[in-house]
T-cell receptor
Framework: ETGVTQTPRHLVMGMTNKKSLKCEQHLGHNAMYWYKQSAKKPLELMFVYNFKEQTENNSVPSRFSPECPNSSHLFLHLHTLQPEDSALYLC??????????????FGSGTRLTVV | AQTVTQSQPEMSVQEAETVTLSCTYDTSESDYYLFWYKQPPSRQMILVIRQEAYKQQNATENRFSVNFQKAAKSFSLKISDSQLGDAAMYFCAYRSRPSGTYKYIFGTGTRLKVLA
């Protein structure tokens, strides 16, 4: 058990579909993140939530819509995606403030394929 | 803006041997954290080691150690006595130290192959 659980593990969706990715952590962390991992590129930060409030949207297209109902859960709602959105989507959590920052705890990601 | 560069897309090492993965970064800040993460085929990114920039002593975690050269903005990872389970993608990451600034900047990764 990693501490951060992502579902589903794999997702294939058409460009007209609507789907959601889910992330859950019970580590007592209060910051959660969505990253996009594409081959041969650095991880791209998409969204940051701190104490359930979105504090960063890194110029992400509106076809990606995050939701953070509480500090333990994070969703990424997807609609009308493009084939170039195919990637591994990683969720992470951490302590938001203070010296107790030992890095992120990551989930195992959702491998998204847009057809 | 900070950047992190990993110039080695792929490295190979014989089992039980030592390998060094390179990472350089660019920043105007004086205080920050540096990290190495490992991503095995299971895809979960695992923290391997971290270094605080204000500490001169290089961090060590069992077979993993770093060579932190602050002036040169270099942060290499040394893996001693390499094991088959070390095969993975390794990512170098930078984070500003001040609380509330929790964005991590990642490199493009180095794929490490361990040969039996």
């Amino acid at each position: 058990e990693t501490g951060v659980t992502q579902t589903p593990r794999h997702l294939v969706m058409g460009m007209t579909n609507k789907k959601s990715l889910k992330c859950e952590q019970h580590l007592g962390h209060n910051a959660m993140y969505w990253y996009k991992q594409s081959a041969k590129k650095p991880l791209e930060l998409m969204f940051v939530y701190n104490f359930k409030e979105q504090t960063e949207n890194n110029s992400v297209p509106s076809r990606f819509s995050p939701e953070c109902p509480n500090s333990s859960h994070l969703f990424l709602h997807l609609h009308t995606l493009q084939p170039e959105d195919s990637a591994l989507y990683l969720c992470a959590s951490s302590q938001a403030f203070g010296e107790a920052n030992y890095g992120y705890t990551f989930g195992s990601g959702t491998r998204l394929t847009v057809v | 803006a900070q950047t992190v560069t990993q110039s080695q897309p792929e490295m190979s090492v014989q089992e039980a041997e030592t390998v060094t993965l390179s990472c350089t970064y660019d920043t105007s800040e004086s205080d920050y954290y540096l990290f190495w993460y490992k991503q095995p085929p299971s895809r979960q990114m695992i923290l391997v080691i971290r270094q605080e920039a204000y500490k001169q002593q290089n961090a060590t975690e069992n077979r993993f150690s770093v060579n932190f050269q602050k002036a040169a903005k270099s942060f290499s990872l040394k893996i001693s006595d390499s094991q088959l389970g070390d095969a993975a993608m390794y990512f170098c990451a930078y984070r500003s130290r001040p609380s509330g600034t929790y964005k991590y900047i990642f490199g493009t990764g180095t794929r490490l192959k361990v040969l039996a």
